[in-house]
């Protein structure tokens, strides 16, 4: 489709994700011009400001304050009959474009549906010729989210990604509708936030000496540093970009595996007894690191600290405390971790994991806030009031939502995007298993086995980013686009059963979407393969088949 052409050729208007219901579109188009005002109503301001900012890039409109006449007028309200992030979007010649959402939310993502509508040049940053007026055909969405949690993981720990990319990250995660951006912190290769308490935590756990190219077995390192972190306004910066876009920043501190980088910056925390901690550095491979926390009240104490200046930056209702790949071989072996099991009478070391996440668990309750892990915090007990992110498959997920725990689904098998689109030895980024666009279309989020009443714990699903091997802008779209798009479809639309799905009509959207990304400057994976610029290079080593995940 030639950028210039405002009509959305495919059927459906070539959205993405799939509205509930389209009536028309009609004969004919519905301008917006120098001369169309901006009706705006109480709770649609933030909409109305985004809408000025983004239209006013594209295509100089300058929508001043409405109403003005009706065919000129784009009116924004709020109708609470309709579900909270729902909305209607009519356009037509003689009364207008109106957007009502059922809430400030709802009117935004018809916004989003809006800006799909009027082409691709939509979706740049300034006008490539003056005067050109935006259009879309006669017609009437109606629409509402299938989910409320409809997200993302970005791992900005194993490659930290500079502000900018985070803020990308959220406008496009916006116009696909989703509004959960999961960020995990702090891992074994990298701590990514200011912590005023502990200024070690990223003088010392955000940078480390080198870093493994490919899998965790490659003989190879870039022997360069690589690091980086978000100061605390930073963060309220970015969540402050992310609410704009009615999108929750859920953060995620991960413990009590996963914490290299922090013992390296504080050895104490480490399980001192059996490891010299004080040698330890921010690892610089892929993998599990052996070094995990001690299960101290000093630990405890320290994390309720950190705790403690997270809570004051993420308004998140959810907190992600992970309790993934905890390696027991130290806690085995260290003293202090055996006497601790043997005075609070724990199941051993799955029982020193949960003692962890229950006492997390009672503490962001008492502030107000929930605990989210990985499925691994089902061992040994679910903490009470815990929720689940089941990313092992969908047994963890299964299991807590019939234990009456609410639930995200994000199983490795279809929605982890870090893993490869294709077999071919081009991939960029040669892991994990093959899943293509189509198998993460094909991703149904709520477990069969489940009863309504269960399957009401399903509070939605995201896909996992991890950057292991991600270490650009450029890698990052590679593997994230097209895939998200779909993912968006599956976690908004109502979809039929997966082997129902329409493929070819989401290939048939997809053809219009692409350009919108190309408009974006998006480097998704092209259709028919990788371009030159995008293939594997040579030194990230062979692909591994049938690799676990991470690796
Ligand atoms: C995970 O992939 N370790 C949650």
């Known amino acids: 489709m030639p950028d210039t052409d405002p009509t959305p050729t495919a059927p459906g208007g070539g959205l993405i994700p799939a509205p509930l219901s389209i009536d028309g579109p009609g004969r ?40 003005g006449p009706a065919a000129h007028t784009l009116a924004l309200g709020l109708d609470p009959a309709l579900p909270p992030e729902g909305y209607r979007l009519a356009a037509d010649a003689r009364r207008g474009v ?5 809430g400030p939310a709802g009117v935004f993502w018809g916004a989003q549906t809006l800006r799909q509508l009027l082409g691709p040049q ?11 007026e935006p259009a879309l055909p006669p017609l009437t969405v109606e629409d509402a989210p299938r989910f409320g949690w409809r997200g993302m993981l970005l791992d900005v720990a194993r490659h930290f990604l500079p502000k900018d990319g985070v803020l990308r990250c959220l406008d496009l995660l916006a116009a696909h509708k989703l509004n959960v951006l999961h960020l995990h912190l702090t891992d074994d290769q990298g701590w990514r936030i200011e912590i005023r308490r502990y200024p070690k935590l990223t003088g010392t756990g955000a940078w480390r000496e080198r870093t493994k190219l490919g899998h965790r ?19 309220r910066e970015i969540v402050a970009y992310a609410a704009q876009r009615h999108i929750t920043v859920v953060p995620e501190i991960d413990i009590p595996g996963h914490s290299q980088a922090a013992i390296a910056a504080y050895p104490a925390l480490g399980n001192t007894d059996v490891v010299d901690t004080t040698s330890l550095k921010v690892w610089d491979t892929w993998g599990v690191s052996p070094n995990v926390l001690a299960p101290t009240d000093s630990t405890l104490r320290f994390y309720e600290h950190v705790l403690d200046e997270v809570l004051a930056l993420f308004p998140s209702p ?10 027991k071989d130290q806690w085995r072996a260290s003293a202090t971790a055996q006497a601790r099991i043997a005075e609070l009478s724990l199941a051993g070391e799955d029982g020193l994991q949960s003692w962890f996440i229950r006492h997390f668990d009672r503490w962001l309750t008492a502030r107000g806030r929930r605990l989210i892990g990985w499925d691994e915090i089902l061992e040994g007990g679910l903490a009470e009031g815990a929720a689940v992110a089941s990313w092992r498959g969908r047994a963890g997920g299964v299991a807590a939502a019939k234990s009456g725990h609410d639930v995200v689904m994000c199983p490795e098998q279809q929605v982890y995007l870090d893993h490869r689109q ?3 030895p081009d991939e960029p980024v040669p892991i994990g298993f093959v899943r293509t666009l189509e198998d993460v279309y094909r991703f149904e989020p709520v477990p069969t086995e489940l009863t309504p009443e269960q399957a009401a714990h399903v509070l939605g699903t995201q896909a996992n980013v991890w950057t292991e091997v991600m270490d650009s802008q450029q890698r990052l779209d590679y593997q994230v686009f097209p895939r998200l798009a779909a993912f968006a479809e599956v976690a908004w639309s109502r979809l039929p059963a997966p082997a129902e799905r329409d493929y070819q009509d989401l290939t048939r959207r997809m053809a219009v979407h692409y350009t919108r990304l190309d408009a974006l400057g998006v480097g998704y994976r092209p259709p028919g393969g990788p371009l030159p610029w995008q293939k594997r290079p040579g030194v990230l080593g062979r692909p591994i088949d049938g690799a676990p995940p991470n690796v």
């Open 122 to 132: 939509a979706f740049r940053r300034a006008p490539l010729a003056p005067g050109q």
């Open 28 to 67: 004919g188009t519905v301008r917006l011009g120098q001369d169309t005002a901006l009706a705006t109503g109480p709770g649609t301001e933030g909409t109305a400001r985004w809408l000025r900012a983004t239209l006013g890039e594209a295509f100089g409109l300058p929508l001043p304050p409405g109403p």
């Open 217 to 235: 077995a490659s003989p190879l390192w870039d022997e360069r540093p690589h690091g980086g972190y978000y100061t605390q306004d930073d963060i």
């Open 422 to 424: 294709h077999p071919s």
């Open 98 to 102: 109106r957007i009502t959402g059922g």
């Open 318 to 327: 959810f907190v992600h405390i992970g309790g993934d790949e905890c390696p």
